[in-house]
């Protein structure tokens, strides 16, 4: 063997014992997702060591101004690589429309490195829930829009047990095969599995990012219903995520949802609470990037934390949910809502009241963070009242409708179970709605 083959042949078996090391391979890039400007503000974005950041945005946002537009600028200042994830509740764009939007976006902000073909299309409250052909389409409009500028994520789909049918069509309508697929794998966070990413896997012949995730410390869609707040379970869910990037080395990105809790959002998986305390799973986040910043050879493996717990270290990989975590019966995770926008704006109280003899409701709505804008919406029956709302940051308003005679008639004898007020953001991508009855 001559002395070049002999080096080339050391080198070859150099970079197979590389890829054997557990941790090593399998070390994704972390990003975060929060689509509040103030992230850019955030010392734990500083200071971690995060390497991307991500917006959820409406499908349109690239034909018309919003918050996003400052959030972006903000990302593009500071050189944050973006991953958008364009979305809404409405009805589906035509491929055109969305892929001119796309351009827009692109043409404004080359900070966007990376675009979700829609975000979590199998989601029921997403317009193609039932069209999996459409968001393959989404996905090729996305791949023409960035060209060489940027790369089109495929899929993108909730980790549900349905997944497998949907993710099946959706690689059927294909007519590309995807360099990067991505998933949102809440379920293999919340039960400790991993069928939703070995199912993306099997699908992927490239690479499968994490394109949203996190651990999950609650969902509850009504009082009476979805998961308790568990802040230790939610952590051990992170650690979970960790443990399934580094033995699964194709998995090249992943993407935290939430730096700060909204307690008026029924889904929560955010790192910091309201009053922007820690909570246990920012430990685990600290854990696993501060070791990539300071100690690039490894962790301590299993280091004690003050609350008892044990922090997977760099190379160390669970194989089932740590000892004593409670692991709660599967609940549906696709009737979350999730604002794209910093402006949050909500409806005050679990219910809304007719009185009868007045045949009049008030309604409360309440804006947090920033300026908000939206449309208000009551209904009886088939009668319908909707008007347009705008409030400033941290105000309270109050909306007094009256009702027509036949809907509040309606209303008060319970002949029917049409009635009801929502409030959506002018954003379009994130509503709430509460029953409407008589007093």
Same mark, same amino acid.
């Given at each position: 063997?001559?002395?070049?083959?002999?080096?080339?042949?050391?080198?070859?078996?150099?970079?197979?014992?590389?890829?054997?090391?557990?941790?090593?391979?399998?070390?994704?890039?972390?990003?975060?997702?929060?689509?509040?400007?103030?992230?850019?503000?955030?010392?734990?974005?500083?200071?971690?060591?995060?390497?991307?950041?991500?917006?959820?945005?409406?499908?349109?946002?690239?034909?018309?101004?919003?918050?996003?537009?400052?959030?972006?600028?903000?990302?593009?200042?500071?050189?944050?690589?973006?991953?958008?994830?364009?979305?809404?509740?409405?009805?589906?764009?035509?491929?055109?429309?969305?892929?001119?939007?796309?351009?827009?976006?692109?043409?404004?902000?080359?900070?966007?490195?990376?675009?979700?073909?829609?975000?979590?299309?199998?989601?029921?409250?997403?317009?193609?829930?039932?069209?999996?052909?459409?968001?393959?389409?989404?996905?090729?409009? &996305?791949? #023409? /829009?960035?060209?060489?500028?940027?790369? !089109? +994520?495929? %899929?993108?789909?909730?980790?549900? =047990? $349905?997944?497998?049918?949907?993710?099946? &069509?959706? #690689? /059927?309508?294909?007519?590309?095969?995807? !360099? +990067?697929? %991505?998933?949102?794998?809440?379920? =293999? $966070?919340?039960?400790?599995?991993?069928?939703?990413?070995?199912?993306?896997?099997?699908?992927?012949?490239?690479?499968?990012?994490?394109?949203?995730?996190?651990?999950?410390?609650?969902?509850?869609?009504?009082?009476?219903?979805?998961?308790?707040?568990?802040?230790?379970?939610?952590?051990?869910?992170?650690?979970?995520?960790?443990?399934?990037?580094?033995?699964?080395?194709?998995?090249?990105?992943?993407?935290?949802?939430?730096?700060?809790?909204?307690?008026?959002?029924?889904?929560?998986?955010?790192?910091?609470?309201?009053?922007?305390?820690?909570?246990?799973?920012?430990?685990?986040?600290?854990?696993?990037?501060?070791?990539?910043?300071?100690?690039?050879?490894?962790?301590?493996?299993?280091?004690?934390?003050?609350?008892?717990?044990?922090?997977?270290?760099?190379?160390?990989?669970?194989?089932?949910?740590?000892?004593?975590?409670?692991?709660?019966?599967?609940?549906?995770?696709?009737?979350?809502?999730?604002?794209?926008?910093?402006?949050?704006?909500?409806?005050?109280?679990?219910?809304?009241?007719?009185?009868?003899?007045?045949?009049?409701?008030?309604?409360?709505?309440?804006?947090?963070?920033?300026?908000?804008?939206?449309?208000?919406?009551?209904?009886?029956?088939?009668?319908?009242?909707?008007?347009?709302?705008?409030?400033?940051?941290?105000?309270?308003?109050?909306?007094?409708?009256?009702?027509?005679?036949?809907?509040?008639?309606?209303?008060?004898?319970?002949?029917?179970?049409?009635?009801?007020?929502?409030?959506?953001?002018?954003?379009?991508?994130?509503?709430?709605?509460?029953?409407?009855?008589?007093?």
């Amino acid at each position: 063997m001559t002395a070049a083959r002999r080096l080339t042949a050391q080198l070859l078996l150099l970079l197979a014992a590389l890829v054997a090391v557990p941790g090593t391979a399998g070390a994704a890039g972390i990003g975060m997702s929060d689509g509040r400007p103030v992230l850019f503000d955030s010392q734990y974005l500083r200071d971690f060591n995060f390497q991307y950041v991500r917006l959820v945005l409406p499908w349109d946002a690239g034909v018309r101004a919003g918050e996003w537009d400052t959030w972006l600028a903000r990302a593009s200042a500071q050189g944050w690589p973006v991953l958008i994830a364009p979305t809404g509740s409405g009805p589906a764009p035509s491929v055109a429309a969305y892929e001119a939007s796309l351009n827009a976006l692109l043409s404004r902000y080359p900070a966007i490195d990376s675009i979700e073909g829609w975000n979590e299309p199998n989601h029921g409250g997403q317009p193609t829930a039932g069209s999996p052909a459409l968001a393959a389409a989404y996905f090729e409009a &996305a791949r #023409r /829009a960035c060209g060489s500028r940027c790369a !089109a +994520v495929a %899929g993108n789909l909730l980790d549900a =047990d $349905s997944m497998g049918d949907y993710l099946s &069509a959706y #690689r /059927a309508a294909l007519t590309t095969e995807p !360099a +990067v697929w %991505g998933i949102h794998n809440y379920y =293999d $966070s919340t039960y400790f599995r991993d069928k939703g990413v070995k199912q993306m896997l099997a699908v992927a012949k490239g690479e499968v990012w994490f394109t949203e995730t996190g651990g999950l410390v609650s969902f509850k869609p009504t009082p009476t219903s979805g998961l308790p707040e568990d802040e230790h379970r939610a952590a051990d869910g992170l650690r979970w995520l960790f443990s399934l990037t580094k033995t699964n080395p194709r998995v090249t990105r992943m993407y935290l949802y939430g730096m700060w809790q909204q307690p008026w959002n029924a889904f929560d998986s955010a790192l910091l609470r309201v009053d922007n305390s820690e909570r246990e799973g920012m430990a685990v986040v600290r854990a696993e990037l501060g070791a990539r910043q300071t100690s690039p050879e490894g962790a301590t493996s299993g280091q004690a934390k003050d609350n008892g717990t044990l922090v997977v270290g760099k190379d160390e990989v669970l194989h089932g949910p740590p000892a004593g975590t409670p692991v709660y019966p599967t609940v549906a995770l696709d009737g979350r809502s999730k604002s794209a926008s910093s402006a949050v704006l909500r409806l005050v109280g679990k219910r809304v009241e007719m009185r009868r003899e007045t045949r009049r409701v008030t309604v409360t709505v309440r804006c947090a963070l920033a300026d908000c804008s939206g449309r208000l919406t009551v209904r009886a029956g088939t009668w319908r009242y909707s008007r347009s709302v705008a409030l400033k940051a941290g105000a309270t308003r109050n909306v007094r409708v009256r009702l027509p005679r036949r809907a509040a008639s309606s209303l008060a004898a319970h002949k029917t179970s049409r009635a009801g007020v929502s409030l959506c953001e002018a954003a379009g991508t994130a509503c709430s709605a509460v029953p409407l009855i008589r007093r």
